[in-house]
């Protein structure tokens, strides 16, 4: 079967479709290697063992004609019993093409309702999508879909918005070399790299849970701003013996898929940070651990073995995390295109605004108001998807680090 579109042009765009099957790509540039063309772009998929093959090739000389390459192409559509399509004049907008976009969605179920919600808005904003991959099945099922049309900014909040409609969630990045090279991961600490408070396995320790949460409200009812509830909160801690510092060290949990994502950061050769208003002593021994490069946090100050109730040090507040960013980026010497800041509360609006992408993990509203992107499932390597690292991907490295897949999905 064979459609032809006579259009004036230099270009000629031939679509094979059909049974896969070894040889076809090769059979079809051995018949075109005979004629006065040029290979100018070639896309394959194989899907449930159908393939498309769709290339595109102009003529090599000033008064040479795509006749007799269009005649090979329906030929070797004919031998192999492949429907061709031939359409002459097929080029690429070239001011369409500046907008390259790598759209991510996701969800743990990827409902029906939410990629229709998603492509609706993309056509309807005129994105053009050239290609759709399945990048994840497990802890999510996530989509990437690459595509040409308007800017980044233009599709991030309606893509947002209609995913969460149907409980996904959505990340719009640019495509080119951005997205390559050396990334800058910042990420929150508590309730975002682990599932706990250390400020109350603390209190808990001290006999002082009740005390602390009520000011924990207070801040969080903008009685107190973060500076101020964390001395408070730090003073009631006086007393304590330094040696319950190891036993809440033993305590915490990080979240699912931290360990998994910090190991495929570490192979991509990234730079991981923790900045945290919780407390070194309880997070320097984890990173060091999981291959982290700096961790910014409060210092609990230790007197003849005992907590004072005081920090040393410079708070690590919202204006603080911020800063730590964009230090660690330039000590770095990474752009801040590439930078990632994870996190899920107010403290972490600073720097989730200043990343190049900034993701709102399990968050309250506040950061999910300010954040580019949110992940509202609870594992933290799904961010890994919206980097276009794929479970096959992640599943493969661990495998010749002596790591089995179920291994691998544990952590």
Request: glycine fraction near 10%; charged fraction near 25%; charge should be negative.
């Amino acid at each position: 079967m064979c459609a032809v579109v006579a259009i004036a042009s230099r270009t000629l765009l031939i679509t094979l479709s059909g049974k896969d099957r070894p040889g076809v790509t090769r059979t079809l540039f051995r018949a075109l290697a005979d004629h006065p063309v040029q290979v100018i772009d070639v896309e394959q998929i194989v899907v449930r063992g159908r393939l498309v093959l769709a290339v595109l090739v102009g003529v090599t000389t000033q008064d040479g004609d795509l006749t007799g390459a269009e005649a090979a192409a329906v030929a070797v559509g004919e031998a192999l019993g492949m429907d061709v399509a031939i359409q002459l004049g097929a080029d690429e907008d070239s001011e369409r093409r500046r907008h390259r976009i790598h759209v991510t969605i996701m969800g743990a179920p990827l409902l029906p309702a939410a990629v229709a919600e998603v492509t609706s808005v993309l056509a309807e904003r005129g994105l053009n999508i050239d290609r759709i991959r399945r990048i994840a099945s497990y802890p999510v099922t996530a989509l990437e879909f690459q595509g040409s049309g308007p800017g980044v900014e233009a599709l991030r909040r309606p893509l947002v918005e209609a995913a969460a409609l149907h409980g996904a969630d959505v990340a719009v990045q640019a495509a080119g070399l951005g997205r390559r090279g050396q990334h800058l991961v910042v990420m929150d600490v508590d309730s975002t790299f682990i599932q706990d408070e250390v400020i109350d396995l603390l209190a808990e320790e001290a006999g002082q849970l009740d005390a602390v949460a009520a000011i924990t409200e207070r801040a969080m009812a903008g009685e107190l701003d973060f500076t101020e509830s964390l001395r408070e909160r730090v003073g009631l801690l006086a007393g304590l013996p330094a040696d319950a510092l190891v036993r809440v060290r033993n305590r915490i949990t990080p979240t699912p898929g931290a360990r998994t994502l910090c190991r495929t950061l570490n192979r991509l050769g990234y730079r991981i940070v923790l900045v945290s208003g919780g407390f070194t002593e309880i997070i320097a021994p984890l990173a060091a651990d999981l291959g982290v490069d700096d961790v910014r946090a409060n210092t609990l100050e230790v007197v003849d073995g005992v907590l004072t109730g005081r920090v040393v040090g410079p708070i690590i507040d919202r204006a603080a995390k911020g800063r730590a960013l964009v230090e660690c980026a330039n000590e770095y010497g990474i752009p801040l295109g590439r930078t990632i800041a994870i996190g899920d509360g107010a403290n972490d609006i600073d720097m989730i605004e200043a990343a190049g992408l900034g993701i709102a993990f399990n968050a309250k509203a506040a950061a999910r108001a300010a954040a580019d992107t949110a992940v509202n499932v609870p594992y933290l390597d799904s961010v890994l998807f919206l980097m276009g690292i794929t479970r096959e991907e992640i599943e493969s490295a661990d495998e010749l680090d002596g790591i089995s897949p179920a291994e691998s999905r544990r952590t």
